[in-house]
């Protein structure tokens, strides 16, 4: 399975931005999808997370202005950012894991997202 981010860039606060990911060679593999981010000497965080049913969970932080979705038929997984503040600003992952699994195996080459006037 190898996914592939897009979307990443500069944009000013409060302005929006969407992350795609597509998973290759993923049909019947992947179950759950999300985005993870890191910043700079900050630990690797959960963003959001979406099941195969749509199912959602997301970080307090982003709640009410990030929204995760996915095409189960493209296996993509898209984010997007609304209101975005600077501290917002890392490199976004794209993360699959399979039915039952505890962690996620699969990950993107990531997309660099900042923030910033």
């Known amino acids: 399975v190898q996914l592939v981010e897009s979307g990443g860039g500069l944009v000013q606060p409060g302005g929006s931005l969407r992350l795609s990911c597509v998973a290759s060679?993923?049909?019947?593999?992947?179950?759950?999808m999300g985005w993870f981010r890191q910043a700079p000497g900050q630990e690797h965080e959960l963003v959001a997370t979406?099941?195969?049913?749509?199912?959602?969970n997301s970080a307090e932080s982003v709640k009410g202005r990030f929204t995760i979705s996915r095409d189960n038929a493209k296996n993509a997984v898209y984010l997007q950012m609304n209101s975005l503040k600077p501290e917002a600003s890392a490199v976004y992952y794209c993360?699959?894991?399979?039915?039952?699994?505890?962690?996620?195996?699969?990950w993107g080459q990531g997309t660099q997202v900042a923030v910033s006037s």
């Open positions: 979406i099941t195969t049913g749509s199912c959602t």
């Open positions: 060679r993923g049909g019947g593999v992947i179950y759950d």
């Open positions: 993360g699959a894991r399979g039915c039952g699994a505890a962690s996620y195996p699969y």
